[in-house]
């Protein structure tokens, strides 16, 4: 990785620690901080905002698809998990039990919502009897509890925030389509709200959800080379259905069990933003999830700081108007010079700089946090500019990110071939898969890469197995992954 020049000395360069710098990066640019306990994060105001603009778009993009919010309990009785056994044995490594309560023992032993199929599973039995229920579209934004032994802030948590979409209907064509349509849903908010390119796949028997007949994931790669799964739909067929009883009276008055969809994407998402954009010189947001799109500095000698700190606030007024998320710097304590390195490690898109001179030609300067372009325009036209260079940024951006995969993304033939490969290079390989489970393991024990999906769109489609070379039935991505 070339070495950018390095702006904020207290940021370990992406070259020399990829890990060191992302703790960095969290850690001054203040999203989160480590709470008493293991594996637990306290999400900051910076960092909260972030993932309140994700949710808020999330959220308007699964109500206009039909979808409502609901709650259920974060406590889950043990005798749930049992009834689906695929689904139990999937998550019971990482299941905290609360088996004690108001000083005595409880008679079964909750679980601490790692998922919410089981519980959800129980209500939909309750509440679908006839045809004329379903379809059934609920959503849920909560917190979920998986206690995992090796963590990292936002990308693997003990705690963690999420939304979970669970839904029921009649045929197995209409649960299909819906899992295909929450899975494209994520693929364009990731591509067009982040500015992350993904890759559609579906994952491979070993890799998918505990207890899905078939699990889909979008999977981006970061600037070390890794993939972070970013995003997944399950299909569960009946499982859920049959575990619950979930049946509902069909048209011909014939008892017919439900057909059911899980999907979601968590706060890994803020993880993967920092890890897909950021450069030495800190964080680089997308525009249209930053907290702060714009940040206006007054700079000048002190004898025009009243005047031109008047003027930056009447800008600062008509920005604010036309909804664009900005702020004031004015303070006098610090140098202009400091402020620009700081919302640059901010990861602010835009600085505006307005001087005494500035003032007399009735213009400011834009600067790009992500091209570093200096931009001159008339007061009169700021608001269009702004908007304008605002999008340009996130095409920017997501052209970058883009480009990087491709530059990083790799084909190969035999198992030897692609080990070499990783000890050399980083990133996405595409190889073929004869379906064996003893062949993807091979993979993994002889190179540390998982299976990412099997690729809708492959970039090209192989003909052998990497491992044994009979004849492959799938193209599957292979990466080491967070």
């Known amino acids: 990785m070339a070495k950018e020049k390095q702006f904020v000395t207290e940021i370990t360069p992406q070259g020399e620690d990829f890990s060191r710098w992302y703790i960095d990066v969290i850690k001054k640019a203040e999203l989160m901080d480590y709470s008493p306990v293991r594996g637990c994060i306290v999400f900051r105001p910076e960092g909260f905002e972030i993932w309140e603009h994700m949710k808020d778009e999330l959220d308007r993009r699964f109500k206009e698809t039909g979808h409502r919010n609901a709650y259920f309990p974060m406590f889950i009785p043990e005798s749930f998990f049992q009834k689906e056994k695929d689904h139990i044995e999937g998550f019971n490594p990482e299941l905290p039990w609360v088996t004690e309560a108001g000083g005595e023992k409880l008679e079964e032993r909750l679980a601490i919502r790692p998922t919410s199929e089981t519980i959800i599973g129980h209500m939909y039995s309750k509440w679908i009897q006839s045809y004329r229920d379903l379809p059934v579209l609920i959503n849920q934004w909560a917190n979920v509890v998986r206690w995992e032994k090796r963590t990292l802030p936002f990308l693997r948590t003990t705690e963690f925030l999420w939304q979970e979409g669970h839904t029921a209907h009649e045929t197995e064509t209409e649960a299909r389509a819906e899992t295909n349509q929450m899975l494209d849903i994520y693929r364009d908010f990731s591509e067009n709200f982040l500015a992350i390119p993904v890759i559609m796949g579906q994952k491979t028997p070993s890799e998918r959800f505990a207890g899905a007949v078939d699990t889909y994931s979008i999977e981006a790669m970061m600037k070390d080379g890794r993939a972070v799964q970013a995003g997944t739909s399950h299909y569960l067929g009946n499982k859920f259905a049959v575990a619950f009883d979930i049946k509902y009276l069909d048209r011909e008055n014939t008892q017919q069990f439900v057909h059911t969809t899980s999907w979601g994407v968590s706060t890994r998402l803020l993880g993967a933003l920092i890890m897909v954009h950021g450069d030495d010189r800190g964080l680089a947001l997308p525009p249209k999830v930053a907290p702060t799109q714009v940040i206006m500095i007054p700079i000048g000698p002190p004898k025009m700081r009243e005047q031109v700190v008047g003027r930056v606030d009447e800008l600062y007024a008509e920005l604010k108007k036309a909804g664009i998320r900005v702020k004031v710097d004015d303070r006098s304590d610090v140098s202009p010079g400091w402020k620009f390195n700081?919302?640059?490690?901010?990861?602010?898109?835009?600085?505006?700089?307005?001087?005494?001179?500035?003032?007399?030609?009735?213009?400011?300067?834009?600067?790009?946090?992500?091209?570093?372009?200096?931009?001159?325009?008339?007061?009169?036209?700021?608001?269009?500019?702004?908007?304008?260079?605002?999008?340009?940024?996130?095409?920017?951006?997501?052209?970058?990110?883009?480009?990087?995969?491709?530059?990083?993304?790799?084909?190969?033939?035999?198992?030897?071939?692609?080990?070499?490969?990783?000890?050399e290079k980083r990133g996405f390989v595409l190889a073929g898969w004869c379906g064996s489970e003893a062949c993807e393991k091979q993979v993994k024990e002889e190179t540390g890469a998982t299976s990412r999906n099997i690729p809708f769109e492959p970039a090209e489609k192989k003909t052998k197995c990497l491992v044994c070379e009979e004849k492959a039935e799938h193209t599957v991505v292979f990466a080491r992954a967070y």
Do not use: C, W
Request: charged share 35%.
């Open 342 to 423: 700081e919302y640059e490690m901010r990861g602010v898109p835009i600085r505006l700089e307005l001087g005494p001179r500035d003032m007399e030609n009735g213009q400011v300067v834009l600067v790009s946090r992500i091209s570093g372009e200096k931009r001159v325009v008339l007061q009169s036209d700021l608001t269009e500019e702004i908007t304008r260079m605002l999008e340009e940024i996130h095409v920017d951006m997501f052209e970058r990110a883009k480009q990087f995969r491709i530059d990083h993304s790799h084909s190969v033939e035999t198992l030897d071939e692609m080990k070499s490969l990783m000890e």
